[in-house]
């Protein structure tokens, strides 16, 4: 396994902007060249939920439809950190977002959606958004 802490959340109006980091570490981190990061976001009362995912090694990223054009994932391999760029942000997408890694390959969005099928998770850290 590897260690993830996520940071960057806080509140913000609707309409604006925050960047999630999510820091990977662990002994094994060699293992996820060839494996995913995913960020999944959980808001009171309901189940975890797929937002974005992208592949360590290549870049590949795939996002669910209710985030398309607003946020952003990416990835700084020599800083083994995972971003999450959120941009037009609404009240709905407030929830305590979580960063999870996969060792196991993804062919698409629907393949990434499971969190039963992620290896590792961070912490979490709280997104609130006013309207």
């Known amino acids: 396994q590897v260690q993830l802490v996520e940071s960057g959340g806080g509140v913000v109006q609707a309409g604006g902007s925050l960047r999630l980091s999510c820091a990977v570490s662990?002994?094994?981190?060699?293992?996820?060249?060839?494996?995913?990061l995913a960020w999944f976001r959980q808001a009171p009362g309901k189940e975890r939920e797929f937002v974005t995912v992208?592949?360590?090694?290549?870049?590949?990223?795939y996002y669910t439809d209710s985030v398309k054009g607003r946020f952003t994932i990416s990835r700084d391999n020599a800083k083994n950190t995972v971003y999450l760029q959120m941009n037009s942000l609404k009240p709905e997408d407030t929830a305590v977002y979580y960063c999870?890694?996969?060792?196991?390959?993804?062919?698409?969005?629907?393949?990434?959606?499971?969190?039963?099928?992620?290896?590792?998770w961070g912490q979490g850290t709280q997104v609130t958004v006013s309207s």
């Open positions: 999870a890694a996969r060792a196991a390959p993804v062919y698409g969005a629907y393949d990434a959606m499971t969190p039963a099928d992620y290896d590792s």
């Open positions: 662990g002994r094994t981190l060699s293992s996820y060249a060839m494996g995913w």
């Open positions: 992208i592949s360590w090694r290549g870049g590949r990223t």
